[in-house]
């Protein structure tokens, strides 16, 4: 069994649309979540990262992480086109762990 | 403007050459790590180093090699062993701060083996 788990997806919705990213985890020593965005051909970049369970949110973004079930999730709201890329989660215990990256197209 | 560089950002090689991507940080951080990303697989650990002139192989190590001599640079080794040396290379470093752990990636260096 994998790590962390992300549907690769891809996922492609309209503007302004609602999106849901979402990744499992096995390992319940993790404690810290992260997501990255990466556009085609560079580098991840982060985007949120939180600590244990809870919300946290940035502007459009909003990082959900339940620890009971495993389970986190990044909501973005009014999506742009601007948002479309590959989404990857990661978590930390004492070494990163990367879910594949779930890739998101948001059709004007 | 503090971050972290590699380059070249494409690379073309003939097989049984050895090749370095190079990777350098102004960030001040101790760790520094070396992933690979092909499509469908996500990032791959292959070395990392958490202080100068110390690394520890990641996942899959074989056919690389690396060397921290400085705490900026991290350069990694593609060898003629690598079987598939084909891909993605991804350097990143990180920092614990306040008790979290946060990683920094470079742009990326993509390598061609022919």
Known sequence: QKEVEQDPGPLSVPEGAIVSLNCTYSNSAFQYFMWYRQYSRKGPELLMYTYSSGNKEDGRFTAQVDKSSKYISLFIRDSQPSDSATYLCAMNSHQFYFGTGTSLTVIP | ?114
């Open chain 2, 1 to 114: 403007d503090g971050g972290i560089t590699q380059s070249p950002k494409y690379l073309f090689r003939k097989e049984g050459q050895n090749v370095t991507l190079s990777c350098e940080q102004n960030l001040n951080h101790d760790a520094m790590y070396w992933y690979r990303q092909d499509p469908g697989q996500g990032l791959r650990l292959i070395y990392y180093s958490q202080i100068v002139n110390d690394f520890q192989k990641g996942d899959i190590a074989e056919g690389y090699s690396v060397s921290r001599e400085k705490k900026e640079s991290f350069p990694l080794t593609v060898t003629s062993a690598q079987k598939n040396p084909t891909a993605f290379y991804l350097c990143a470093s990180s920092i614990e701060r306040l008790g979290s752990y946060e990683q920094y990636f470079g742009p990326g260096t993509r390598l061609t083996v022919t």
